[in-house]
């Protein structure tokens, strides 16, 4: 062991301490400002990386700062116990692995960096192997270049993983067979003992990171997928509450107003000054008030069942034509006082499954808008196509029609405004809208075209058979 002198050593000191002082001020004007652990950990971490890349990163990270550690303590320990080399090889390394890794990592060539570091490392090691003679035969070469081994099984997957591992052992002979130029002395043993060794450290190495991994990516796939849930349940619950707003504007005005009028009206009757004429109109009125309140009551319901996470759809085989029929005397008073005229062509014998109560409601709101949206005297025509798999229901009425972006805006549900009818009926504006989520409950579709001026045809399919 050399021996240095007090001024010998107090110089090496100086330079030690120079050196980290350099690479201290170094790192904290180029690596950056905050130097908390967590900052340095994540150093080229991204929002788009998998969860298993991510620690990947951080893994190399932590491993990056550890080493720098570690090469301040082997250099304090080179200083009082060897001769130089060491501290020359640290350096050298800092200037060929940890800085150059570190950049590579912050510029977010994470790939690149983990092939350069797997590669310098075992460079180094043939370098180390060439210039140190004194470095053991094979115990120690064996332990680098397996915990090597460990380093490309973590890094690098299917054929990167693969050549990593070609690599290592290629490697290993290499600097055993050449470099050490051992094959002269070994016996048949010797390989043997070896093989043995190499073949039960890579088994071992290759089992515990093959089941890591795969229960790493089994929580990931799961993690992706609460994510997924849970980004569709936020979704799903900011639709809602824009729908309650809906809901509670409807309460408030469409239900409140018709209620408050149906109570003035009938107190207007019961003061008995109205003529036989007048009190004929008022309770025709009234009974156009009080169908507008029913059906929106159906809808409020009818949505609140929908939002109940144990509320089933009765599904059964519907004669359509009759609950046409049904849709069209709810109508009855609204379609003659128009003067209309609704032509069921539905065929008598077509039928599709579903909840029936659902297809009435779907019906009675198609209905109620084309007859309020229409002119007097004029027609709506209700027909019906049978598909493979689906029956295709139409609703034609000659209104007023919307322009294709209106049309566009009612079918998304970006606008559920109330829009008076062709007499100055009001709407609620959620008649089409519920109706699109109980055809959608019943596994069909709906989409409609429309003309201003010339009218709007609204079509939606029913299963024909049973899903």
């Known amino acids: 062991m050399t021996k240095f002198s007090i001024k010998r050593r107090i110089e090496y000191l100086l330079t030690y301490i120079s050196l980290w002082v350099i690479l201290g001020v170094g790192k904290k004007t180029i690596v950056m400002k905050n130097l908390s652990w967590e900052n340095l950990c994540s150093t080229g971490v991204r929002p788009n990386l998998s969860l298993l890349d991510e ?19 082997l250099s304090v320990m080179d200083f009082f116990w060897g001769d130089g080399t060491i501290s020359v090889i640290l350096i050298v390394v800092f200037a060929i692995i940890n800085l150059p890794l570190y950049l590579m990592l912050r510029a977010y060539y994470y790939r690149v960096g983990f092939i350069y570091i797997f590669v310098v490392t075992h460079l180094i090691l043939m370098a180390v192997a060439v210039f140190n003679r004194n470095l053991g035969r094979m115990d120690e070469l064996q332990i680098v270049v397996v915990g090597l081994s460990a380093m490309g099984m973590v890094l690098f997957d299917r054929y990167l993983q693969a050549a990593a591992i070609v690599f290592n052992v290629t490697v290993y002979w290499v600097i055993v067979l050449i470099i050490k130029d051992v094959s002269r002395d070994w ?37 992706i997928k609460r994510n997924e849930q849970l980004s569709q349940q936020t979704v799903d619950l900011q639709e809602i509450n824009r729908y309650k707003d809906q809901l509670f ?21 019961n003061e008995g000054n109205l003529t ?38 009765v599904v ?34 077509t039928l599709g499954w579903g909840d029936e109560n659902h297809l009435q409601l779907i019906l009675r709101n198609l209905l109620s808008n084309a007859v309020k949206f229409s002119f007097p005297a004029c027609r709506i025509i209700i027909e019906a196509e049978e598909k493979s798999d689906k ?23 970006a606008s559920r405004s109330t829009t008076l009818g062709t007499n100055g009926e009001r709407g609620n504006g959620m008649g089409l809208w519920i109706s699109q989520e109980f055809v959608r409950k019943n596994g069909g579709e709906l989409w409609a075209t ?18």
């Open 55 to 73: 620690q990947r990163v951080r893994l190399c990270n932590v491993l990056n700062i550890c080493c720098l550690g570690l090469q301040l303590i």
């Open 249 to 269: 504007a409807v309460i408030s005005h469409d239900l409140r107003s018709p209620l408050y009028h149906l109570q003035s009206t009938i107190r207007r009757l």
């Open 187 to 223: 016996t048949y043993a010797n390989y043997y003992s070896v093989i043995v060794n190499f073949t039960v450290c890579y088994f071992f190495i290759c089992v515990c990171v093959y089941f890591n991994k795969s229960i790493f990516r089994q929580f990931q796939a799961l993690l």
């Open 450 to 467: 429309s003309l201003e001026g010339k009218g709007s045809t609204f079509y939606f399919t029913v299963p024909n058979r049973k899903i």
């Open 276 to 313: 036989v004429d007048q009190a004929k109109q008022v309770i025709n009125e009234i009974d156009f008030k009080t169908k507008d309140v029913s059906l929106l009551l159906s809808n409020l319901l009818n949505w609140a069942n929908l939002q109940l996470s144990g509320y089933k759809s």
């Open 391 to 413: 029956t295709v229901i139409s609703i034609q009425d000659t209104g007023i029609g919307l322009r294709a972006q209106e049309l566009e805006m009612v079918l998304t549900g």
């Open 316 to 349: 059964v085989e519907i004669p359509i034509r009759e609950v046409v029929e049904e849709a069209i005397l709810f109508q009855k008073e609204e379609i003659n006082a128009k003067q209309m005229q609704v032509l069921n062509k539905v065929p008598a014998r």
